[in-house]
T-cell receptor
Framework: RKEVEQDPGPFNVPEGATVAFNCTYS??????FFWYRQDCRKEPKLLMS?????NEDGRFTAQLNRASQYISLLIRDSKLSDSATYLC????????????WGAGTKLIIKP | NAGVTQTPKFQVLKTGQSMTLQCAQD?????MSWYRQDPGMGLRLIHY???????DQGEVPNGYNVSRSTTEDFPLRLLSAAPSQTSVYFC???????????????FGEGSRLTVL
């Protein structure tokens, strides 16, 4: 099993809809996880961090389910500009300096 | 601030050639790293550095060398290019060496390398 797994999609979603996708992980006792956003042929950029208590930033909500070992990202009232690939990132156990990256979930928002 | 600057943006090499990908950051970040990104796979860490004079191997270090003589620069050297090294390479830096806490990496725009 891969250490970090994501549904590659693409998720085709109409503008204004709510969309959610998950990321499953193994072997991490970290207290925080991360979602990055990557536009086509661009560099990744941090979208938000995910803590045990979850995190909300405007239309974006991230949750952590430690018992089932997954994190989720919910996007409400989706915009055309939300079209991107969303990367799940998990810290490596016993390391302060290394992260494991999922392959990403591609999201396409349609007008 | 320019942030993280990578050069070149595109490069084509022949098998066996060597080259250096340059990375510079002007944010006084302690942590710098090199990743490669291949289709259908997550970013994979090649090498990283937590400060000038300190480097360490990541997940896929074979075929690559790095050095960190200054805080600003972290070049990646391909010793003898192979087709398996065809990829998009990203340099990334972070203010904090404790990525497990902040997770925020600042990336360069990427370097697309093709090895024939």
């Amino acid at each position: 099993r891969k250490e970090v797994e994501q549904d590659p999609g693409p998720f085709n979603v109409p503008e204004g809809a709510t969309v959610a996708f998950n990321c499953t992980y193994s072997n991490s006792a970290s207290q925080s996880f991360f979602w990055y956003r990557q536009d086509c042929r661009k560099e990744p950029k941090l979208l938000m961090s995910v803590y045990s208590s979850g995190n909300e930033d405007g239309r974006f909500t991230a949750q952590l389910n430690r018992a089932s070992q997954y994190i989720s990202l919910l996007i409400r009232d989706s915009k055309l500009s939300d079209s991107a690939t969303y990367l799940c990132v998990v810290p490596v156990m016993d390391s302060n300096y290394q992260l494991i990256w999922g392959a990403g979930t591609k999201l396409i928002i349609k007008p | 601030n320019a942030g993280v600057t990578q050069t070149p943006k595109f490069q084509v090499l022949k098998t066996g050639q060597s080259m250096t990908l340059q990375c510079a950051q002007d944010m006084n970040h302690e942590y710098m790293s090199w990743y490669r990104q291949d289709p259908g796979m997550g970013l994979r860490l090649i090498h990283y550095s937590v400060g000038a004079g300190i480097t360490d191997q990541g997940e896929v270090p074979n075929g690559y060398n790095v050095s960190r003589s200054t805080t600003e620069d972290f070049p990646l050297r391909l010793l003898s290019a192979a087709p398996s090294q065809t990829s998009v390479y990203f340099c990334a830096s972070s203010y904090s060496s404790g990525l497990v806490n902040t997770g925020e990496l600042f990336f360069g725009e990427g370097s697309r390398l093709t090895v024939l």
